[in-house]
């Protein structure tokens, strides 16, 4: 097993734990269930502590793959970008989970307002998992690169250059 494999197995967490749990706490919320509600909350404080893990694990993921055939560094640099962003996002709404879990203690107003913060950091944490995602597969798959980038790759593997705008 090398880092490259590690960052896979790691990267799928803070992803799948952030859309379940943005479902779970939706569903909560619709029935008025603290149970849902906590668990969702669990689920978003480790998406924010695997972030973390996958964050780290993709520097030395990037120090493998870098030289594969095909594997573009600027398409890394974008997945690595995104991935800080997300990461960020990641940790904040984990935070404002720890939070939540201690809602009892609060007055409804404060409740209603955090549970709110903690809605809107869930859906923006969703919608920047879903474009890391997005720019980590193309760092291999290139069918999902678009025309464009499967040319560039064509005329990169057979040593020709290519220039933008050109079909």
């Known amino acids: 097993m090398n880092a490259a494999h590690i960052h896979l197995m790691f ?11 943005l479902v779970i706490l939706l569903w909560g919320l619709y029935r008025k269930n603290d149970s849902y ?3 969702a909350l669990v689920g978003f404080i480790v998406a924010g502590i695997f972030s973390i893990v996958a964050v780290q694990s993709g ?13 573009s560094e600027h398409i890394i640099h974008e997945h690595e970008e995104a991935a ?24 409804d107003t404060v409740k209603k307002y955090l549970l709110g913060a903690i809605v809107i950091f869930s859906f923006v944490s969703a919608g920047y998992m879903a474009y890391t995602a997005y720019e980590g597969g193309q760092i291999r798959h290139t069918e999902i690169r ?4 499967a040319q560039t790759n064509g005329a990169m593997e057979s040593g020709e250059e290519h220039e933008e705008g050109e079909d």
């Open 11 to 21: 990267n799928h967490v803070p992803v799948l734990a952030t859309y379940f749990s």
């Open 37 to 39: 509600i906590t668990v």
């Open 59 to 71: 520097s030395a993921a990037e120090e493998i793959v870098e030289d594969l055939a095909g594997v």
């Open 84 to 107: 800080e962003g997300a990461q960020w996002i990641s940790i904040i709404l984990g935070l404002l989970a720890i939070g939540g879990l201690f809602m009892k203690k609060m007055s």
């Open 146 to 149: 678009g025309q464009n980038a």
